[in-house]
């Protein structure tokens, strides 16, 4: 069956990185983009962008250009969403999802929740 | 970028009732090329990930309850949720699938009585 499993919940402080996994399984990974979405606490969904699993090329949204990076490790069919220089505003589950066409999103991981506090 | 409003933000129903849940963009979501209409809506269950109910506006996903009911076109679209259940709990979101960036409702929140 079809799954999404990401890595587990971080705790960092402002200022340090994280780097979340989202390992897919039960499909060929390079079929289908993976994108990326923020939930931040007891708030609605936010597009982050994507990464095109054949290419390993992304594409973010404008509000998540210069400190969020998407990159692929396609032999272990994994996506990775790397945050750097981490503020509070960044605490928030974030969700990979995949890509059906038109541009929903099938199948999603289940969410990993960072926590950025001093 | 196409805005999404969502009515209402929340709502609270008797289960066996009948609901309805409205999302509205700020431009046309159908495509002249095929006349298809680029929305989904989205189940998140409390502490878990959004789950796929409907898209293209009307298609229902494999395995989801015939009891939602996908609707509209151009920029005004309803999801119905027929003799609601108490697992029906959880928030909806609709997403234009349209263009890019993509985007979603501000979400609705069902409660059961």
């Known amino acids: 069956q079809i799954q999404l499993v990401q890595s587990g919940p971080e705790l960092k402080k402002p200022g340090e990185s994280v780097k979340i996994s989202c390992k897919a399984s039960g499909y060929t990974f390079t079929d289908y983009a993976m994108h990326w979405v923020k939930q931040a606490p007891g708030k609605g969904l936010k597009w982050m962008g994507w990464?095109?699993?054949?290419?390993?090329?992304?594409t973010y949204a404008d509000d998540f250009k210069g400190r969020f990076v998407f990159s692929l490790e396609a032999s272990a069919s994994t996506a990775n969403l790397q945050i750097s220089n981490l503020k509070n505003e960044d605490t928030a589950t974030y969700f990979c999802a995949r890509r059906r066409w038109p541009d929903y999103f099938d199948y999603w991981g289940q969410g990993v929740m960072v926590t950025v506090s001093s | 970028d196409i805005v999404m409003t969502q009515s209402p933000s929340s709502l609270a129903v008797s289960a066996g009732e009948t609901v309805t849940i409205n999302c509205k963009s700020s431009?046309?979501?159908?495509?002249?090329?095929?006349?298809?209409?680029?929305l989904a809506w989205y189940q998140q269950k409390p502490g878990q990930s959004p789950k796929l109910l409907i898209y293209l506006a009307s298609t229902r996903e494999s395995g989801v309850p015939d009891r939602f009911i996908g609707s509209g076109s151009g920029t005004d679209f309803t999801l119905t949720i027929s003799s609601v259940q108490a697992e029906d709990l959880a928030d909806y979101y609709c997403q234009q699938h349209y263009s890019y960036p993509l985007t979603f409702g501000s979400g609705t929140k069902l409660e059961i009585k």
């Open positions: 431009q046309s979501l159908l495509s002249s090329g095929n006349q298809k209409n680029y």
């Open positions: 990464i095109n699993t054949y290419t390993g090329k992304p």
